[in-house]
C-alpha cells in the first residue's frame, strides 16, 4: 500500500469533490454513494489526498487536530480489506469524549466499538528525529515521548453507503474514526508490560469480546512508531500533547441505542460509555 502522489487514479477536481462530499456527509448525517464504485481507478494515494482535503476543510473550519489513529492493526482485517499494512488517519478535539459519557447512537452511521490504548505525548515526534539508522521511530522513541498510556474506547463511523465499499472509501473517510472514548486515569507506561494488557468487552453486562494488547502489531508502542512515521513522510510533526490511538486488539462490534458498553482492562480499570 502506498500513499504515493505519483500513484494517482483521480484528479485535483475529483478528489476535491469527494472531500466536499463527505465534508457535508459529516455535517448533516448522511451517506454517500461509495467513491471507488465511482471512480474504479482510486488508488490508496487518492485515497489519503481525499482525507488530507477532508482535513484541510474541518481544519478552515476552526476544528482542531487533537490526535492521530491507526487502524487495520490485524494481519486478518488487512487481508479482509486487500491490504499489506494498516491505515491512518487524525482525531480532531470535539472526537475525543470522556468516559461514562452518554452519547446519542444516531451520532454516528453504524456505530462500532473497539478495544484500544492511548498514549499521550509530553514531547513532540519530529520528522526525521526517530532512533533508527534513517531516522524513523520505533517502539521505544514512543515510549521515550509518552507522558501516559490510557485506556480508550473507539467508535467507528461511516458515511459511505457500506454496501460495494472498499479500503479506498474507508481511508477517504479518515479511517472511519467517528470519536475516541478517553479513561479517566493515566498510566506510567514503564509500570506495564505492554504487550500482555488484557482487556473484556462488555455490552449490557454480557462479555462479547476479549483480546490483549500484543495483538496490535505486536506493541501497542511499534503500532503508534509505525503511524507516526506515515505522518512524518508526509512532512508532520506531532506536537506534545498528542494523542495516538494505538489500534484496536478486539474485532470491532455494533451498538445501538439504550446499549450500555464497558470495557475492563488488565490493572487499567475500566472505560464506559452509554449510548441513548
Not at 483521480?10 to 471512480?39: K, M, N, Y
Not at 522513541?141 to 479500503?167: N, Q, R, W, Y
Request: hydrophobic share 45%.
Amino acid at each position: 500500500m502506498t500513499d504515493d502522489a505519483s500513484h494517482r487514479g483521480l484528479t485535483d477536481v475529483q478528489a476535491a469533490g469527494l472531500a466536499d462530499e463527505l465534508a457535508e456527509a459529516a455535517r448533516t448525517g448522511t451517506r454517500i454513494s461509495p467513491a471507488s464504485r465511482r471512480h474504479p481507478a482510486m488508488t490508496v494515494a487518492d485515497a489519503y489526498e481525499v482525507q488530507r482535503l477532508w482535513r484541510a476543510r474541518r481544519e478552515a473550519a476552526g476544528g482542531r487536530v487533537a490526535g492521530f489513529k491507526i487502524g487495520l492493526t490485524s494481519v486478518a482485517m488487512q487481508r479482509a480489506f486487500g491490504l499489506d499494512e494498516p491505515d491512518y488517519g487524525v482525531i480532531f478535539e470535539d472526537q475525543i469524549l470522556d468516559a461514562g459519557s452518554t452519547v446519542q447512537a444516531a451520532a454516528w452511521n453504524n456505530a462500532r466499538v473497539e478495544v484500544e490504548l492511548s498514549f499521550i505525548l509530553a514531547s513532540p515526534l519530529v520528522p526525521g528525529q526517530g532512533s533508527d539508522a534513517e531516522g524513523a521511530f520505533t517502539a521505544a522513541d514512543i515510549l521515550a515521548a509518552t507522558k501516559c498510556v490510557v485506556p480508550s474506547l473507539e467508535i467507528l463511523d461511516c458515511h459511505f453507503v457500506e454496501d460495494g465499499m472498499t479500503v479506498m472509501d474507508t481511508i477517504s473517510d479518515n479511517a472511519a474514526l467517528g470519536a475516541v472514548v478517553r479513561g479517566a486515569e493515566e498510566f506510567d507506561p514503564a509500570a506495564f508490560d505492554l504487550t500482555w494488557i488484557g482487556a473484556k468487552l462488555f455490552i449490557n453486562g454480557s462479555i462479547v469480546e476479549t483480546g490483549v494488547s500484543g495483538a496490535v502489531l505486536g506493541h501497542p508502542a511499534a503500532s503508534a512508531a509505525w503511524m507516526a512515521n506515515r505522518f512524518a513522510e508526509r512532512g508532520e510533526e506531532i506536537p506534545a500533547g498528542a494523542l495516538l490511538l494505538s489500534g484496536s486488539f478486539t474485532r470491532p462490534l455494533p451498538v445501538s441505542a439504550g446499549d450500555t458498553v464497558i470495557a475492563e482492562y488488565q490493572g487499567m480499570g475500566e472505560v464506559r460509555v452509554q449510548f441513548s
